[in-house]
């Protein structure tokens, strides 16, 4: 745990309130450590990697240069310094971060939308007071906690009332290895007013050397108003020896609607969690994802939604690929709460695997304590149709395209569910 936690400078230590917050986020952290076996909620994913003293935090340094490699390969140094960020084919609002800090953006954004680097938005937004670690159990998340001693590196985006954003906000993390086991955290606060609507992605990425370790840590605090809309797409494809944890945390009032998909397909540890409160009625969140994955990984879905009101509805579909060695980890879980009458909630998780080492845990978990609700959950695994694999032989096709084929067809019905079509086609090239 120690490794983790780190001195380091960080902006706006003379701001009471922002310091107060990290010294609550340390404290929860230390109190709770690392997840074990023990910790329910990690029982089938433990982070083991991170128990070692050696990863880095850096400081805030010129980003024009790296000026810090402790490379010795040619090729690694040559590839630091050009630092070369490509861009996502899909037309957008881009914000990219370098290995985990904010480079400068200068998108000309429409009236109404707001996007500040999180150290702009302390020092000249009050607003952000209302938002920043509201919403984050960290007594009950120990890597939130971990995010939020360490607050600084993220974006607060900001949509007024109404306003109904024509692109969407696309946001890239490059990660590159010119840094030797390299750790930081990603803290980014999404507010959607009253009657507004955007699109949201999420990419994170990796180049340079292929044996490359470092740590993401990513928290979302995102805030849904009455008859609001967030579409929030993520695509996970970091380097294989990499760790990547996210959690998103969202609240959706009145008539207002959450709708994700996330796509993880890289890292050797990785877990993304999405925690939903419907605070009102009729709100409503669609939470699906996919996992593909080979080797020796581990990736974990984890989702919660609490309907807390009446008249809520959530959907949750999820559908995983494993081969090789790897596991596969998906814990589901829909809470009732006593006055959500006339509530629906459903849940449904399908995995496939590739190997007779492939591992896959499921827990799905429903906590219903209201009459008059519609509930359900379900969980399948299994592989790839024999008879289909050899009809498609059969008929000259070999036997790597006819798996692609079956896969392919596999994930249609979530792919399908994308309404973006620029989003839906480049998810579906990048599996």
């Known amino acids: 745990m120690s490794g983790l936690l780190q001195e380091i400078k960080l902006f706006g230590d003379n701001i009471p309130w ?15 450590g690392l997840p074990t076996a023990k910790t329910e909620a990690w029982k089938y994913t433990r982070p083991r990697d991170l128990q070692t003293d050696d990863f880095v935090m850096y400081e805030n340094e010129d980003t024009e240069e790296c000026n810090h490699c402790s490379c010795e390969e040619e090729e690694k140094k040559d590839a630091c310094h050009h630092r070369e960020i490509k861009n996502i084919p899909i037309e957008g609002y881009e914000i990219n971060f370098y290995n985990g800090k904010l480079q400068h953006n ?35 998340y120990p890597f939130a906690a971990l995010n939020t001693a360490y607050i600084e590196e993220g974006v607060f985006i900001h949509i007024d009332k109404g306003i109904k954003l024509d692109k969407p906000i696309i946001l890239i993390n490059h990660t590159h290895s010119c840094h030797e086991n390299l750790y930081y955290n990603i803290r980014n606060v999404i507010v959607a007013e009253k009657d507004s609507s955007l699109e949201f992605l999420e990419v994170y990425k990796y180049s340079g050397i292929e044996k490359s370790r470092y740590f993401a840590n990513i928290v979302n605090e995102i805030y849904i108003g009455r008859n609001a809309k967030i ?58 994802a996919a996992y593909l994955m080979n080797g ?72 219903i304590y209201a009459d008059d609700v519609k509930c359900s959950h379900g969980a399948a695994s299994g592989e790839l149709d024999a008879e289909q694999l050899f009809y498609m032989r059969s008929r000259g096709i070999d036997e790597d395209t006819a798996k692609q084929i079956l896969i392919e067809a596999y994930l249609e019905d979530l792919f399908s569910q994308i309404d973006n079509e620029q989003i839906r086609e480049w998810l579906r090239v990048s599996k």
């Open 18 to 32: 922002l310091e107060a917050l990290r010294e609550k986020g340390k404290e929860a952290f230390m109190t709770q």
């Open 106 to 140: 200068h998108s000309e954004l429409p009236k109404g939308v707001f996007i500040q680097s999180l150290p702009e938005a302390i020092i000249y937004n009050d607003e952000i007071k209302h938002y920043l670690g509201k919403i984050v159990d960290i007594n009950n």
């Open 231 to 288: 579409k929030h797409y993520k695509l996970q494809e970091e380097a294989f020896k990499a760790v990547h944890i996210a959690l998103s945390q969202v609240k959706v009032k009145e008539g207002g609607e959450y709708k994700s998909f996330c796509m993880q397909k890289g890292a050797n540890l990785a877990r993304n969690e999405t925690k939903v409160q419907l605070t009102e009625e009729k709100a409503k969140a669609e939470v699906n």
């Open 296 to 367: 020796w990984a581990t990736i974990d879905t984890t989702t919660d939604i609490e309907h807390l009101s009446p008249e809520t509805c959530s959907n949750q579909l999820v559908k995983g690929i494993v081969g090789g060695d790897a596991k596969g980890v998906f814990q589901g879980k829909i809470h009732i709460a006593p006055d959500a009458v006339k509530t629906e909630g459903h849940q449904l998780h399908k995995a496939l695997l590739l190997s007779d080492r492939a591992e896959i845990d499921c827990k799905p978990e429903l906590e």
